[in-house]
Structures are given as structure tokens and as C-alpha cells.
Nanobody, 117 residues
Framework: VQLVESGGGLVQPGGSLRLSCAAS????????MRWYRQAPGKERELVAR????????YYADSVKGRFTISRDDAKNMVYLQMNSLKPEDTAVYYC???????????WGQGTQVTVSS
């Protein structure tokens, strides 16, 4: 099982980034997908979630209206489009796959996002 994030980097406030997560080794379409983030000295927090069928999404209040989660089951990919980035969005962003009925839960290694002028 592998989850590999990419797309992080340094961006100015107000800018955009698109994170990608490539999944392999499991039946991707049967898993819900989440993006978490962890800033230095803070606990890991859930940023966005998308259901296995893609019909249901959830966003943390802090990113609602700025971030969009999406998935492409044909490519085993999940994305996080981040717009209007703020310095407080600076964190390591992690991709997570979960299957509620089985309890299976997988994590990527994370990608750094830094928002700074």
C-alpha cells in the first residue's frame, strides 16, 4: 500500500497550490479519502474529506470556500486545490485513505506547504 503526496511548495499569500495524492496497493474506489495537515507545535487536523463515491465532501471551517477536494478513481488519485492561501495554511499536508466498515487506514508521508511573502 502506498500513498504519495506531491505538489507542495512555497507560495505567496493569496496564491494557489494543487496537492496530489497517488494511491496504489488497495482498491482505491472503496475508500474514503482525507487531507490532514499539521503545523509546527500543533496537532494534526482534518482539512477535507471525500466519500468513496465522491458524492459527499466535508471541509474544515478554516478552509471552506478556499479549498476543494476531488478524486479520480480511474487514476487512483485524490487532489486538494488550495486557493487564496494564507500564512496560517502553512503545514505538512497528509493524504489519508480510510474504509469505515473494515477499519483499514493508510497514510502518506506528507508534503510541505509554506505560505509566506
Amino acid at each position: 500500500v502506498q500513498l504519495v503526496e506531491s505538489g507542495g511548495g512555497l507560495v505567496q499569500p493569496g496564491g494557489s497550490l494543487r496537492l496530489s495524492c497517488a494511491a496504489s496497493g488497495f482498491t482505491f474506489s472503496t475508500y474514503g479519502m482525507r487531507w490532514y495537515r499539521q503545523a509546527p507545535g500543533k496537532e494534526r487536523e482534518l482539512v477535507a474529506r471525500i466519500s468513496s463515491a465522491g458524492g459527499s465532501t466535508y471541509y474544515a471551517d478554516s478552509v471552506k470556500g478556499r479549498f476543494t477536494i476531488s478524486r479520480d478513481d480511474a487514476k487512483n488519485m485524490v487532489y486538494l486545490q488550495m486557493n487564496s492561501l494564507k500564512p496560517e495554511d502553512t503545514a505538512v499536508y497528509y493524504c489519508n485513505a480510510f474504509q469505515v466498515w473494515s477499519g483499514y487506514d493508510y497514510w502518506g508521508q506528507g508534503t510541505q506547504v509554506t505560505v509566506s511573502s
